[in-house]
Structure formats: structure tokens, C-alpha cells
């Protein structure tokens, strides 16, 4: 009875999830464009964005956002909190439309991009790291076992993680557990950056973790990040304005 209740219940959080519809405006084929090659110039024209869910007379979360980010150009964005950083980069990578105004990557709307090449072409590294159950190898991959072992080694030696590596028991098959239970808050950092290596996109979206880090992981992040951004457009948030000057100063 127990185990038919539980399942009960799991199917009915299943059925919900299948219920659910995109809000993203359908792919008009006929409009349809491919991103170029290449750092993406990334701009806001316009933009005002409110949360669905948020009240119907509540002020919108984003309002009147004009910003050009040149090709291979890097934005340090500061705000105080709750002020939109990161509903930005949603806009950016495309969880949400706007309802003013548009997003453009590369002079194209965001919108006339099919959504798969949006989202290989812009990498994305939030304040929360998601890291899934499975092995270091799925959470770098995402269950794509087509990914060549030898650029898995390189992606995670590129951000200060080979000695981690060469440590692990099972290496690239080493378990990691749902939340990244078994990782520092360093180092599943890390990771998600060695993901979008792999991903070789032409904007970063870099969303500053909240946890504060000790000195040396954020040395070690600070030399990642330097490596992850050269020959990319990108936009850095941060909490702390030496943040971005740190990251920024390595760049210049
Ligand atoms: N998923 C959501 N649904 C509804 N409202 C949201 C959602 N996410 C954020 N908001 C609201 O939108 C506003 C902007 O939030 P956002 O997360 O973009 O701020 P932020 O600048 O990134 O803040 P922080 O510096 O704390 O990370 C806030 O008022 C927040 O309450
Ligand atoms: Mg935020």
C-alpha cells in the first residue's frame, strides 16, 4: 500500500511536469538564423521583464535595460540585491522572453534562434551550481557519452582541476552525488566552468556564487575565469567590486 501511495504520487508530479507548456515564443522557421562563429556581441534594447508568478500590479523586475557588450568585450555588472543580476542572464540565455523590448546575440533576436544552438553557443554558470547523480564524467557531459575522453581531461585541466582529477578513485567514473554532496563548494564551482569549456560558447554568463570561498579557491577561480573568458564575450556579476576588477585586471 506504502509503495503504491509513493507511486501515486510520483506519477502525478510526472503528469504535472508533462503538463507543463514553454512560454517562449514558438521558433518562426521562415525568420530562423544561425549564430555566427566566434565571440557573440550580446545587446538589451529595451527590456522590461516581469516574473509571471509575480503580482499583477507589482512593479516589473526589469525595466527600460539599454546595454551593448562588444564582441569579445567583458561587463562586470554590481547591483545590490534583488536588483535583476540574474534575471539578466535569464533573459540572456533564454529562460524567459522579455515582454518589452529584445535580446540580441551577434544583431540577431534572441528569439529567431533555434533554442538548442541559443543555448550551445551561450554558457551559463549561476549562483547555485546544479550537479546531477552520476559520475564527474555526466555532470561535465550531460549524459552525452559521445564527448571525447581526451577534452574532458583538458576542460578540467584548463580550470586547476587535473591534480583533483588524478586524485579521484574511479577518475572520470567517480560518483558524485546529487547536490555534489562529496564536493567542496570550490571545486563544484570549478566543474561547472570546466562544462562550459567544453561547450566552447561564444558569450559567458558568470553569476558570482553567494557562498563565500576560501582565498586560495578563489585565487584558483579567479586564474580559471581569466582562461574561460579570453576570446569570449562575457558578463561577470559580482557581489564585491574587486571581484570584478580581479578578473578583469587578468584580461587586460
Ligand atoms: N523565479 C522567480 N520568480 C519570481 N520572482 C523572482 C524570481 N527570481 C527572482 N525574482 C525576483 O526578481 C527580482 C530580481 O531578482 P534577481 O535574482 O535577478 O536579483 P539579483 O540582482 O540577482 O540578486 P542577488 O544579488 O541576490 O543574486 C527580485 O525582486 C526577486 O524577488
Ligand atoms: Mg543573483
Redesign the pocket.
Known sequence: MQVLQRAGASLGRIDGLLRERSRLRPLDAARATTLPEGPLEMRFEGVGFR?H??DEDAPP?LRGIDLTVRAGAHLGLL?R???????LTRLAFRFYDPDEGRVRLAGIDARDVPLAELRRRVGLVT?EVQLVQGSVRDNLTFFDATAPEAALHAALEEVGLGTWLAGLPAGLDTPVRAGGGNLSAGEAQLLAMARVFLADPGLVLLDEP?SRLDPATERRLERALERLLRGRTSVIIA?RLDTVDAALEELA
Not at 81 to 87: L, N, R, Y
Request: charged share 15%.
Open positions: 516574473y508568478d509575480a523586475n547591483g540585491t534583488g536588483s535583476g543580476k540574474t534575471t549562483q553567494s557581489h
